[in-house]
Every structure is written in structure tokens, then in C-alpha cells.
């Protein structure tokens, strides 16, 4: 495999929003992760190659099928490596996504939005929707208080346990 043919994966993979990637040939165990805050290594039998995350960070490992003691690990630059800072969380209690999904502020794309920022929510009241396999799953309010914070835009994929909402 060669440096364009890996860099036209990653591309296809970004266009299409996958996550996740792994491929078998009898040269390679491919194996591509998205959005994980890991450098980028690349493992070869053949010339190392070292790829540029596309877009955020990403991982990507490949091995020849047969194992070599040869096999070279490329580390990323050091200013790559070099985390950023994280951001001042917002006092409150977070409302943390229960399955991966998509996010919807609404039930239809023409429909209010269930809630915005500033409003006074209820136990039990109904926030998003999160689609999963085509499912329509409501996540509803676990404690009564004021919506400080819309952490995910609407038609975004979230992740199991990310924090969708925050409430005051």
C-alpha cells in the first residue's frame, strides 16, 4: 500500500463520517479510529510512512499479515503530541448521551426545537432525540432547573456518555 492509497482512504473515510476502518489484505491488517486524541502510527514490513491526521486526530495502525520483527513505528511531531488545553467545564449537571446516535434538537426538521438555552426544564421533560439504527430514542430531563448549555449542533453524532446538555 502506498502513501496515496492510504491517504485516498482517509479521505473517503472523512467524506463519509466513518469512525472506524479496518481492512485485511494479504500485505496488511489496516486498522483506522477517528476523533481519539492519539498520535498517528503507522506499522510496516515495507518503507514506514507517516500520515497527517485528516481533520482532529486519528489513529491508524497497519501490520503485515506476517508478523516482523523489522516492522518500524513513525512517531508523529512533537508539537502533535503536545495536548491542548481543555476548556472550563460549566458548573451544573451534565445531561450525558445513554446511546451513540444522532442528535436531534426536534422531532421533525420543521418542528420547535423541544428546548433552548435560558429555559426552565421539568424532571421527565422531553430534550433531544438521539437516532440509533433508525430508532427514535427521547432523552429526557433526570433534574429540574434552567438549560445553561447546548453542547451538540443538530444532525451531530454523539458518542456513548458524551454530555449533550447542561443544567443549572
Known amino acids: 500500500m502506498n502513501p496515496k492509497d492510504l491517504k485516498d482512504i482517509l479521505l473517503a473515510l472523512e467524506m463519509a463520517d466513518v469512525r472506524e476502518f479496518s481492512l485485511k489484505t494479504a500485505e496488511y491488517d489496516l486498522n483506522i479510529k477517528r476523533g481519539a486524541e492519539a498520535p498517528v502510527y503507522v506499522q510496516s514490513s515495507m518503507q514506514p510512512v507517516q500520515m497527517q491526521p485528516v481533520q482532529g486526530s ?4 497497519a501490520a503485515p499479515a506476517q508478523a516482523s520483527a523489522q516492522a518500524a513505528q513513525v512517531q508523529p511531531p512533537a508539537a502533535e503530541a503536545a495536548a491542548p488545553a481543555a476548556p472550563t467545564p460549566t458548573p451544573g449537571t451534565p445531561v450525558k448521551a445513554p ?17 433552548k438555552v435560558g429555559d426552565s426544564v421539568a ?17 429526557e430531563a433526570e433534574t429540574a432547573g434552567t438549560l445553561r448549555e447546548i453542547l451538540v ?14 443544567i443549572e
Open 99 to 115: 446511546i451513540v446516535g444522532t442528535f436531534y434538537t426536534s422531532s421533525s426538521p420543521d418542528a420547535p426545537a423541544y428546548v
Open 123 to 139: 424532571a421527565g421533560q422531553i430534550l433531544c432525540i438521539i437516532e440509533a439504527m433508525k430508532l427514535m430514542n427521547e432523552i
Open 58 to 61: 486519528a489513529q491508524v495502525q
Open 153 to 166: 449542533k443538530n444532525g451531530e453524532p454523539v458518542e456513548y456518555g458524551q454530555t449533550l446538555f447542561i
